[in-house]
């Protein structure tokens, strides 16, 4: 029509969650997640920073972590390792074939949502 040609197979580049996030596996919280497979599980993981504003997420399609640049560089380091700790949370539901964003229920009455907020919160309370 334009005489124009879009490449359209583009790709999100991901990277290995244990060259941003170290120490994780060694993590006693991190452990009861994943037990045996811990340090398995964390290789395979994949995780995408992107420029939008937010915190993290983890991907529907996939299971990979998603996280904002900006939070990652400015965030504060408890927020950041409660966030990832939740959102292992998640990735330990994909594993497991559980739909992360039912939209059955509002954010905050997901299972998968109090799930995670509930081990988070538990870690806090550890933090002190």
């Not at 334009?2 to 790709?11: A, H, L, M, P």
């Not at 919280?29 to 995408?48: C, H, I, M, P």
Request: charged share 35%.
């Amino acid at each position: 029509m334009f005489n124009i040609n879009i490449c359209r197979d583009v790709r999100v580049k991901l990277r290995k969650f244990t060259d941003y996030f170290k120490g994780f596996e060694k993590i006693e919280a991190v452990r009861e997640l994943f037990g045996e497979n811990t340090e398995k599980v964390l290789q395979n993981l994949k995780v995408e920073f992107h420029s939008r504003r937010g915190y993290m997420g983890v991907s529907n399609d996939d299971g990979h972590l998603s996280v904002s640049a900006r939070y990652m560089r400015d965030g504060d380091e408890k927020d950041l390792y409660l966030d990832v700790i939740h959102e292992l949370v998640h990735v330990k539901q994909f594993l497991n074939g559980i739909e992360l964003h039912d939209g059955r229920f509002r954010y905050i009455d997901r299972p998968t949502e109090i799930e995670a907020y509930s081990h988070a919160v538990k870690r806090r309370e550890e933090l002190g």
